[in-house]
């Protein structure tokens, strides 16, 4: 995993490079790359223990949200899209029980035309 983003972290650097004309040593991208991996790590961990705080075993959109609390550009972003996502998943299930609901009504009038 650490040499994928130690990869990664070298391709943006390389194109971040590339548009303002800047390069970058191998020892700035290797300390850039452990020092995303730390943050990364302490991310997962705080995601970890906000979900178990709120006695759940599943990580969800409201952790990601406080975890941002830090950065209030970076939280609103956060709350905005936690938001479109709620709404889409309350519309996802709208629309799956209203299914539901068409199919059994269709199976009732079957059976009563058997």
Do not use: P, W
Not at 2 to 21: D, M, Q, R, S
Not at 39 to 47: G, K, N, R, V, Y
Not at 83 to 102: D, F, G, I, Y
């Amino acid at each position: 995993m650490k040499a994928a983003l130690h990869y990664t972290v070298g391709k943006i650097c390389e194109e971040v490079g590339e548009e303002t004309n800047l390069r970058y040593s191998k020892q700035f991208i290797a300390a850039l790359a452990e020092t995303t991996f730390k943050q990364i790590d302490s991310f997962a961990t705080d995601l970890e223990l906000f979900a178990k705080h709120a006695k759940r075993t599943v990580i969800n959109s409201d952790d990601v949200v406080l975890l941002s609390r830090r950065s209030s550009v970076l939280n609103e972003h956060m709350k905005e899209k936690s938001q479109e996502l709620n709404e889409a998943h309350m519309v996802e299930r709208a629309n799956k029980k209203s299914k539901k609901a068409k199919k059994q009504k269709t199976q009732a009038t079957d059976e009563i035309l058997e």
